[in-house]
Structures are given as C-alpha cells and as structure tokens.
Nanobody
Framework: QMQLVESGGGLAQAGGSLRLSCAPS????????MGWFRQAPGKEREFVAA????????YYADSVKGRFTISRDKAENMGYLQMSNLRVEDAGLYYC???????????????WGQGTQVTISS
C-alpha cells in the first residue's frame, strides 16, 4: 500500500508558475514510475507527465511540453511538477500517481493521491 499526498496547488495568473509536490508514504523503488494527471470539471483525467524513479527519464503530454518540468528527489523521496507559463486550460485537479510501468492512462498507475487544485486567472 502507498499513500500519496499532493501539495502546492492554488491560484495563479496566466503566464505565471506553480510548483506541485508529491509525498509518498513509503520509499519508491528505482523501478517505480511517478505520474501526474489532471482533471478539469466535466472532462476525463488526462496525463500530464511522468518520471522513472531510477534513471529519471521523463515523459510529457504535448500540451505541457516545454512549460512543465517533472522531477524527483530520490534522497527526500519527493516528486515535483514545476509548471510555468500557465494557461487557463491548465486549470484542474492535479493528481500524483505511482505505478510500476510507464503509461499515459490512469489504469497504468496503482496508487493515487487526493489531488491538489490549480486555478488559473486570465
């Protein structure tokens, strides 16, 4: 079992930045994958970014490539999502997730946090 706790959401202006954090309840093994998803009202949960815990290989949705950066601190066992040049369409509930194989669909991940809300003002 694993619990994940997201933090760092809030209100930002379009063009601004936010940094989300994800704190797992137990150490993530090198084979693990941490992913970030988001869900806007009335829309499906969509993939944002993922990182392989061991090598740090990163993956991004086209919509955030060049604006968002996923990272992890293995020593602190923390994951992060740095979001820059935010757009109104980036708003939503952002979830941190853990899995053992990379995927862009929610079913690829076994454990989920409760989410942190990101609101963007235009």
């Amino acid at each position: 079992q694993m619990q994940l706790v997201e933090s760092g959401g809030g209100l930002a202006q379009a063009g601004g930045s936010l940094r989300l954090s994800c704190a797992p309840s137990r150490r993530i093994y090198s084979s693990g994958i941490m992913g970030w998803f988001r869900q806007a009202p009335g829309k499906e949960r969509e993939f944002v970014a993922a990182i392989r815990w061991g090598f740090g290989t990163t993956y991004y949705a086209d919509s955030v490539k060049g604006r968002f950066t996923i990272s992890r601190d293995k020593a602190e066992n923390m994951g992060y999502l740095q979001m820059s040049n935010l757009r109104v369409e980036d708003a939503g509930l952002y979830y941190c997730a853990h899995g053992t194989s990379y995927g862009t669909t929610p079913t690829s991940y076994s454990y989920w946090g409760q989410g942190t809300q990101v609101t963007i003002s235009s």
